[in-house]
């Protein structure tokens, strides 16, 4: 019987690391995902709003590094059109640079903006656009990291001519 009864501990003793090492490959495998990038579905990665006695500035951050090339109209109106242009744009920032997206405009602050948007699928595009609820004097300033833009906004009976 001593026979059988070491067979049955040393068959157990296997079965038992067995499960174990599948158990630790099941676990591991559910905690590390193998191979993962960090995915960034956004070209807006943070708008942020500064109000100030004559108007207000936004400040725009982008995931990937963007140009400004011109905005329209050139100093006034009620809807701001900045034309874009990306510096470097990988196969995996290709898919979602001709989309759209828009920021949360904060109703606290209450701003004359309805709406900030970037339009990636317009034609000559893309383009960041806001929308204003009166005509509003602006300047648009590239950042000096080209991932950022900062747009000046005043009311046009506001400022000094």
């Given amino acids: 019987m001593g026979n059988r009864d070491e067979i049955y501990l040393g068959t157990r003793a296997r079965l038992q690391r067995y499960v174990l090492l599948v158990w630790l490959t ?9 191979g993962a990038e960090p995915v ?3 070209i807006l990665t943070d708008v942020t709003f ?3 006695e004559q ?27 900045i034309r874009l242009g990306p510096l470097a744009v990988s196969d995996v920032d290709a898919g979602y640079l001709h989309g759209r997206e828009s920021a949360r405009i ?10 900030l948007s970037y339009e990636g699928d317009l034609p000559g595009g893309p383009y960041l656009t806001l929308r ?9 300033q590239q950042g000096v990291d080209f991932r950022s833009l ?6 046009i009976g506001d400022s000094a001519d």
């Fill in 26 to 34: 099941v676990g591991l495998w559910f905690a590390v995902p193998l």
């Fill in 40 to 42: 960034r579905n956004r």
């Fill in 50 to 52: 500064n109000v100030g």
């Fill in 55 to 81: 108007g207000f500035t936004v400040d725009v951050a982008f995931s990937l590094p963007i140009r400004y090339l011109r905005h329209f109209p050139p100093e006034q109106g009620e809807t701001l059109q």
């Fill in 106 to 115: 904060p109703r606290d602050l209450a701003l004359p903006l309805l709406d």
């Fill in 132 to 140: 204003f609820t009166e005509p509003m004097r602006f300047t648009v």
């Fill in 150 to 155: 900062t747009i000046t906004v005043e009311r």
